[in-house]
């Protein structure tokens, strides 16, 4: 086992079981989902940095079975509320019903369908957001950086998770769309005019920028 597995594994022994969480993943399982919700470490950042910021008005693309969304919605200022994008119907029926169970049902609002489209949907509204959270399609990372960017208020925080795709994004020998397009995300997060920005190596990475004001 590898030093930082290592590393990881003793980070999760401090941390007491997330029961809610644990329940989420074993529906997830039991559904024959893929288990490719956030890792634990970085659901608590999420939180944290939720709270941090004093968000209000949080957008996650990719809900999947409502791990990350609960992390998210444990963090969100008073009166604020997270609206999730979902392709998969099914899924977002699962993800709703693990919100409403956390507590966290009348602070979601769910949008099935293409990401992008309904990304177009929500700036023909006319929303803004605070917090977005990127967990989706892989290939479409550039593009949702583009909307996140389009969509952000001053100072809205843009996270990207698995932007290591499990070490595949630092061999050079591979490049299949997915490993391109994430490569393309992590280079313009880091060199992007209007973002501060870090990518964080632990578990399978995740990138956090800040939109400049």
């Not at 594994?9 to 329940?23: C, F, G, H, I, T």
């Not at 994008?85 to 956390?102: I, P």
């Amino acid at each position: 086992m590898s030093d930082e597995k290592i590393s990881e594994q003793y980070v999760e022994s401090v941390y007491a079981e997330d029961v809610v969480l644990e329940k989420v993943k074993a529906g997830i399982r039991n559904r024959n989902m893929p288990e490719i919700s956030i890792a634990p470490g970085y659901g608590r950042l999420l939180t944290l940095l939720v709270l941090a910021s004093g968000a209000r008005e949080v957008l996650e693309i990719g809900a999947l079975g409502g791990y990350s969304g609960i992390c998210l919605a444990r963090g969100l200022a008073p009166g604020g509320r997270l609206t999730s994008l979902e392709v998969d119907a099914g899924f977002a029926g699962f993800a709703r019903s693990n919100l409403e169970e956390a507590g966290f049902g009348d602070r979601v609002d769910y949008r099935v369908g293409p990401a992008l489209d309904s990304l177009a949907e929500l700036e023909r509204e006319g929303r803004r957001f605070d917090f977005f959270f990127i967990d989706a399609d892989k290939g479409n990372y550039p593009r949702y950086l583009d909307w996140a960017i389009r969509l952000g208020n001053p100072g809205a925080l843009i996270v990207g998770d698995n932007i290591l795709l499990h070490g595949r994004i630092a061999d050079p020998e591979i490049s299949s769309p997915s490993v391109r397009a994430i490569r393309e995300f992590n280079e313009r997060i880091a060199s992007d005019p209007r973002l501060d920005s870090t990518l964080l190596p632990a578990y399978d990475g995740l990138a956090v920028a800040r939109l400049k004001a």
